[in-house]
T-cell receptor
Framework: SQQGEEDPQALSIQEGENATMNCSYK?????LQWYRQNSGRGLVHLILIRSNEREKHSGRLRVTLDTSKKSSSLLITASRAADTASYFCATEGNSGYSTLTFGKGTMLLVSP | NAGVTQTPKFQVLKTGQSMTLQCAQDMNHEYMSWYRQDPGMGLRLIHYSVGAGITDQGEVPNGYNVSRSTTEDFPLRLLSAAPSQTSVYFC????????????FGSGTRLTVV
């Protein structure tokens, strides 16, 4: 079953604007990760936030995690056309061996 | 450093045929896993391995077999292909410890007719 649910399913913005994607999940986690997938390609790891962290930055990316609400957000600042892709959140559980459980993704379109 | 290499990139099978999707990583990662991606869905876990000789089932294991005889390789076998197995398959590897992202291959697009 899908662990995460991203919101919105699709997002269309202009270059230079900020893009915010949200993710909710159901069970306790060890960490939450965000991935990017360009059309027809594999997934690329963007950022990982551990369950004891609340916010993390990497370049133009900002991720927040609220374990009490079981939710996370990914903010991409000053978006570029090259950011056009699908973005997935994935959670890694805190029991047993580590595997990822993915949401259905957000399709981001950044227009020039 | 190639990362995770999947072959083939594309494959068409007839119903009932068998085949093996290959996956190899050169990062000495302990963990490897197979996912399938269907339209409108995220990735779903098929099988995973935490080391050579150790495998386990994921969310959607039926119709697939795996084995892991070396750290580097983790092949996925379709025993008797069915149209429901038409999908894009991704292999991934990662280090244990809960601090590291996964490295994904570029995928195998499989069509079963």
């Amino acid at each position: 079953s899908q662990q995460g649910e991203e919101d919105p399913q699709a997002l269309s913005i202009q270059e230079g604007e900020n893009a915010t994607m949200n993710c909710s999940y159901k069970t306790s986690i060890n960490n939450l990760q965000w991935y990017r997938q360009n059309s027809g390609r594999g997934l690329v790891h963007l950022i990982l936030i551990r369950s004891n962290e609340r916010e993390k930055h990497s370049g133009r990316l900002r991720v927040t995690l609220d374990t009490s609400k079981k939710s996370s957000s990914l903010l991409i600042t000053a978006s570029r056309a090259a950011d056009t892709a699908s973005y997935f959140c994935a959670t890694e559980g805190n029991s047993g061996y580590s595997t990822l459980t993915f949401g259905k993704g957000t399709m981001l379109l950044v227009s020039p | 450093n190639a990362g995770v290499t999947q072959t083939p990139k594309f494959q068409v099978l007839k119903t009932g045929q068998s085949m093996t999707l290959q996956c190899a990583q050169d990062m000495n990662h302990e963990y490897m896993s197979w996912y399938r991606q269907d339209p409108g869905m995220g990735l779903r876990l098929i099988h995973y391995s935490v080391g050579a000789g150790i495998t386990d089932q994921g969310e959607v294991p039926n119709g697939y077999n795996v084995s892991r005889s070396t750290t580097e390789d983790f092949p996925l076998r379709l025993l008797s292909a069915a149209p429901s197995q038409t999908s894009v398959y991704f292999c991934a590897s990662n280090r244990q410890g809960g601090r590291y992202g996964y490295t994904f291959g570029s995928g195998t697009r499989l069509t079963v007719v």
